[in-house]
């Protein structure tokens, strides 16, 4: 008798071995008995080798999709949900039974759900460190629950700032800050971004959305200071979740 070829699910980018979406997955198809379903990594070069993953395999029921693929996956799906066009950036995409492809954004219902398990109404305006892809999805995020927010670059493009404008007076009005960008990721886990972390209060709330190492230097000093602090696994995990839910959507 023919063995049943499993549902394959995958992350796709580039230098990914250190993926989170593997061993998440991994672990929940053990935890919950899942065992006609399998998830791995589509470490691709060049996004012009996404085609050939479907071509070359017809169990293929979904991707996640990571750095630096986001944005430019766009061109190869179908169909794309309010969210994701709204956002610019693609991170789930679903097989669909005519074997078209629809992208979703997961991360604006990661980032949402785990923000506002420590969000207070004191937060009322945010610094966002970081303008690249993963700023998008928290832009969406905070416009949506209508908290005003200021963009913070080392190269600062209009109505945005530098990390030298970031002083005492400012950080009294802004409580919400949030690192969009990969400062502080293992192995380089001594960077962060460079604020006078000595104004901050514990009325401050820092979101990372790094999550390895866990206590990333940035919130290490807003430890220091008695501030809120949330590093950006349960963003993953609720996106995943997300992804999930949404692959097995008939």
Same mark, same amino acid.
């Given at each position: 008798?023919?063995?049943?070829?499993?549902?394959?699910?995958?992350?796709?980018?580039?230098?990914?071995?250190?993926?989170?979406s593997?061993?998440?997955?991994?672990?929940?198809?053990?935890?919950?008995?899942?065992?006609?379903?399998?998830?791995?990594?589509?470490?691709?070069?060049?996004?012009?080798?996404?085609?050939?993953?479907?071509?070359?395999?017809?169990?293929?029921?979904?991707?996640?999709?990571?750095? *630096?693929?986001?944005?430019?996956v766009r061109?190869?799906?179908?169909?794309?949900?309010?969210?994701?066009?709204?956002?610019?950036?693609?991170? %789930?995409?679903?097989?669909?039974?005519?074997?078209?492809?629809?992208?979703?954004? %997961?991360?604006?219902?990661?980032?949402?759900?785990?923000?506002?398990?420590? &969000?207070?109404?004191?937060?009322?305006?945010?610094?966002?460190?970081g303008?690249?892809?993963?700023s998008?999805?928290?832009?969406?995020?905070?416009?949506?629950?209508?908290?005003?927010?200021?963009?913070?670059?080392r190269? *600062?493009?209009?109505?945005?700032?530098?990390?030298?404008?970031?002083?005492?007076?400012?950080?009294?009005?802004? %409580?919400?800050?949030?690192?969009?960008t990969?400062?502080?990721?293992?192995?380089?886990?001594?960077?962060?971004?460079?604020?006078?972390y000595?104004?901050?209060?514990p009325?401050?709330?820092?979101?990372?959305?790094?999550y390895? *190492?866990?206590?990333?230097?940035? &919130?290490?000093?807003?430890k220091?200071?008695?501030?809120?602090?949330?590093?950006? &696994?349960k963003m993953?995990?609720?996106?995943?979740?997300?992804?999930?839910?949404?692959?097995?959507?008939?």
């Amino acid at each position: 008798m023919r063995k049943k070829e499993k549902h394959k699910y995958g992350l796709v980018g580039k230098n990914i071995s250190y993926s989170f979406s593997r061993s998440y997955f991994k672990a929940k198809f053990e935890k919950e008995g899942i065992t006609n379903s399998e998830y791995v990594n589509f470490d691709i070069e060049i996004l012009e080798e996404f085609p050939n993953l479907l071509a070359n395999d017809g169990n293929i029921k979904g991707f996640n999709v990571t750095i *630096p693929y986001k944005e430019s996956v766009r061109k190869y799906v179908d169909f794309i949900a309010k969210d994701a066009e709204a956002i610019g950036a693609i991170n %789930t995409i679903k097989v669909l039974t005519n074997k078209k492809l629809k992208g979703y954004n %997961t991360d604006v219902y990661g980032f949402e759900l785990a923000l506002k398990l420590k &969000l207070k109404n004191t937060h009322k305006k945010a610094l966002i460190f970081g303008t690249g892809g993963a700023s998008k999805a928290v832009i969406y995020v905070l416009k949506k629950l209508k908290i005003p927010y200021l963009l913070v670059s080392r190269n *600062p493009k209009e109505n945005q700032i530098h990390y030298t404008a970031i002083n005492e007076e400012l950080l009294k009005k802004y %409580t919400l800050l949030i690192n969009t960008t990969p400062l502080g990721t293992y192995p380089k886990t001594n960077e962060l971004p460079k604020i006078p972390y000595k104004h901050l209060t514990p009325t401050h709330y820092l979101f990372d959305l790094v999550y390895n *190492p866990p206590l990333t230097a940035f &919130l290490k000093q807003g430890k220091a200071q008695g501030c809120i602090t949330q590093n950006g &696994l349960k963003m993953l995990e609720y996106q995943a979740e997300k992804a999930w839910e949404i692959w097995q959507e008939k």
